[in-house]
């Protein structure tokens, strides 16, 4: 709409008051995630292949698009209980309207969760409700349309899969879940991302999502237990693909290359040295993040029967597994009926300390600050917390390892051994109700910075606020797409507060048998009053 | 009384009124999520926003400078500066300011309290919040094209530094092949 220079500051309330079905989605460049490459559809035998941009009138769908939407629909309906009743329940109280970090960021309705359900739900009430059958838009019911495509696509992908709004939901309903229905659906007819099928396609012909080769992974890691033993004087060599080893370790591959996620790797590193743990690496499963989680089912199985393949192949008691969130929902929500259970491992049990994760009786996996929280609490570490004495830590809570597996508790144990000055942000923010980065759920790529700044700032506001009142200078997490997506969000809302891993904490703190006077911290900068501070 | 201590007096009267103005720009679904500020860490864009038109209206009228405005105004901008808006729309409820005090001030300016020289100064002084506002959001927008640039940048390099298939400039002394060898194209020696 053109409009004259005078016109240019009169209030343009935006979108003009229409109902939500007949404002379609703003697809425009920077507003979308980039497609899949043909090639990676190919290379994984997904549907549709070809080259094509969400700004394009014509998005290329198969022939019969709307046929095969209703009839995976009808599939996923008959399979999954809980997708017909999260589609038939909602009595649409509004209690997760303002709950979710994108809407509260942007103001955009259809980021309301309930908003978010109705694109879906409004389909399933055209397709499969007699009521939406006969009454159509008065029944809440719409004809799918290719607009109704488009539309799935931006909000869909608008949408973490963080859970948040299910906390406030009295009927429980999982809008995450509904995300997952309408991602798979998306997928059936070739529509999806390249940020997410790039991964997956790597990760199941490399190992990991970046592609890194297994010569390179062995070479990585060599390379941080040279700066290990510059650090520590500690020498450390870690075995890969050990046969007979008691435990295999499998970490997000973000932790690999991607600063500051490499210090919390050196951590981990350190603390198996220090403990003499029996472990071994894989180049095969050198990946503990899923993408398939955000794909489809199927693609999430292939995934995460490759960390058991190879912890069967080598022989190994059990799995702990690093610093990551998703790859904790997958093994807790669905490892089990998936690929489980994993009979042919044994319950974890610390060779430390004698503590039976019965937590892990079925996925014979453990999440490794469970593992460091035990250490902890029977006192197995040395521990000099002065050395984080430089450091004001505030604790973000992951999504998926805070509300999929309730890890809470855990890290905060092992944070406040290894750091003197640790401060909460406010408890609406905090735990269950926390708030997501912003850039979950394979939405963390660079051509919708925007969108990803808007969708953490409830996170960065939290963050301000005890930045502010205390001097945070540090957030900690347990999560790889944290570390790699946190720093922005940090840098653009609150500068002055950097990102850490819990186990870089933890190898700063760590005073490990022969090592050396600490001078530097892993990060290999100077600690304040390293020399001078030797009145212990 | 001046413009300025009538203004002074009204504050309160024409920041809620500004925000409420502000608060129109997003879609109209949303306004009553928005105008509820008593949470600010259930609702970060309206208890912001609210905080600081009050802010920079109060800094306006008391003649600060430019660079104690700028942190004042920065948040709002920073937010809008993300959200869907044009350039011009994420920086036009600065101008909103000039009607919304005509309005407040409706009955001094028929009864000529305020002199129409007083209020062209406080337009003025308007506009000039403006061009702060868009130096702001040009920042903003520039990290954020820096953070694409880098995200990009430090997936790959990063990555090929480790696989040694890239490497630094070494640091003068430690190279094998003295840098300044090829200093007359290596031909020092003939
Ligand atoms: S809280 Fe639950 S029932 Fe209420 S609107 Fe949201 S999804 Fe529907
Ligand atoms: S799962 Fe998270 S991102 Fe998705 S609608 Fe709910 S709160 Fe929003």
């Known amino acids: 709409m053109d409009i004259k220079p005078e016109e240019m500051i009169k209030i343009n309330t935006k979108p003009p008051a229409k109902h ?56 996923r309906l008959d399979k999954y209980r809980s997708l017909k009743v999260f589609m038939d329940v909602c009595v649409r109280c509004g209690a997760c309207a303002d709950k979710c970090h994108f809407y509260i960021g942007s103001g955009d309705p259809k980021n309301m969760p309930v908003l978010r359900a109705e694109l879906l739900r409004s389909i399933y009430r055209n397709d499969f409700t007699t009521l939406g059958k006969i009454f159509g838009r008065l ?77 390179n992974f062995k070479e990585i890691i060599e390379f941080f237990c040279e700066d290990i033993e510059e ?117 974890p049990k610390s060779p430390i300390t004698g503590t039976v994760f019965e937590n892990a009786a079925s996925t014979k996996m453990i999440h490794i600050a469970e593992f460091t929280a035990d250490l902890i609490k029977h006192n197995k570490l ?18 998926n390892t805070a509300r999929a597996m309730g890890l809470l508790d855990e890290p905060r144990h092992v944070l406040n051994a290894v750091c003197n000055n640790v401060f909460e942000m406010p408890p609406s923010t905090t735990r269950e109700y926390t708030f997501c980065c912003g850039s979950g759920s394979g939405t963390n ?26 001097g945070v200078n540090m957030l900690g997490c347990v999560c790889a797409i944290d570390r790699a997506v946190l720093p922005p969000l940090m840098n653009y809302w609150v500068p002055g507060v950097e990102v850490t891993g819990l186990h870089e904490l933890v190898g700063n703190a760590l005073v490990m048998d022969g090592e050396i006077e600490r001078t530097m911290n892993l990060r290999m900068e100077d600690l304040p009053g390293a020399e001078g501070d030797s009145d212990e | 009384m001046g413009l ?33 500020v008593k949470d600010p860490f259930s609702n970060p864009v309206g208890a912001t926003t609210f905080k600081a038109l009050g802010e920079v209206f109060e800094a306006l009228i008391s003649g600060k400078t430019r660079s104690e405005i700028i942190p004042l105004l920065d948040p709002p901008i920073r937010i809008r500066a993300v959200q869907e808006f044009s350039p011009s729309q994420a920086v036009s409820f600065v101008f909103f300011l000039k009607n919304v005090v005509r309005h407040c001030l409706e009955k001094e300016i028929k009864n000529t309290e305020i002199s129409e020289k007083e209020l062209s100064n406080f337009d003025d002084k308007v506009d000039g919040l403006s061009l702060i506002a868009f130096d702001i959001y040009m920042g903003c927008r520039e990290q954020i094209f820096k953070f694409r ?26 190279e094998i092949i003295p840098h300044n060898v090829y200093k007359n194209g290596g031909f020092e020696n003939t």
């Open chain 2, 149 to 174: 640039a880098e995200h990009v940048k430090s997936r790959t390099l990063k990555l090929l530094e480790k696989a040694d298939i890239l490497c630094e400039v070494p640091e003068v002394g430690t």
């Open chain 1, 445 to 470: 790529t660079e051509e919708i910075m925007e969108q990803r700044l808007r969708g953490g700032l409830p996170r960065a506001n939290a963050v301000k606020y005890v930045h502010d009142k205390y």
């Open chain 1, 231 to 347: 650090i520590t004087g500690v020498a450390i060599n870690p075995s890969f693909n050990r046969k007979g080893a008691e435990v295999l370790f499998v970490t997000p591959s973000g932790d690999a290359f991607a600063d500051p996620g490499t210090y919390t790797f050196m951590g981990y590193l350190m603390l198996f040295e220090h403990i003499g743990l029996d472990y071994t690496l894989s180049t095969y499963a050198s990946e503990g993040g899923n993408f398939g989680l955000f794909t489809s089912s199927d693609m999430m199985k292939k995934l995460n029967a490759k960390m058991y393949h190879e912890a069967k192949r080598l022989g190994v008691k059990y799995i702990i597994g690093g610093e990551c969130g998703h790859m904790w929902r997958v093994i807790n929500q669905y490892m089990d009926t998936m690929n489980g259970p994993a009979d042919f491992l044994d319950v």
């Open chain 1, 20 to 75: 939500w079905m007949d404002i379609p989605a703003d697809l425009s460049e920077g507003k979308f995630c980039y497609p899949a490459k043909a090639k990676s559809l190919e290379y994984l035998h997904l549907p549709n292949p070809r080259d094509w941009s969400p700004a394009d009138e014509d998005w290329k769908l198969p022939e019969n698009w709307q046929q095969i939407i209703h009839e995976g629909f009808k599939e």
């Open chain 1, 382 to 399: 040395k521990l000099d917390p002065k050395r984080n004495d430089h450091l004001k830590v505030t604790w973000h809570d992951s999504c």
């Open chain 2, 4 to 36: 300025e201590k009538i203004l002074g007096l009204k504050q309160s009267e024409i920041t809620k009124a500004w925000f409420d103005q502000v608060v129109k720009t997003y879609h109209g679904d949303s306004s009553h999520f928005l105008l509820d």
């Open chain 1, 139 to 215: 029944a809440g019911a719409r004809k799918l349309t290719p607009l109704v495509i488009k539309e799935w696509f931006s909000y869909f992908y608008q949408c973490t899969e963080c859970r948040r709004c299910s906390v406030f939901c009295p009927y429980g309903i999982d809008t995450a879940e509904i995300t997952m229905m309408a991602r798979e659906l998306l997928n059936l007819i070739g529509v999806n991302i390249h940020w997410i099928k790039d991964p997956v396609s790597n990760c199941s012909r490399t190992g990991n999502h970046l592609g890194i080769q297994p010569q």
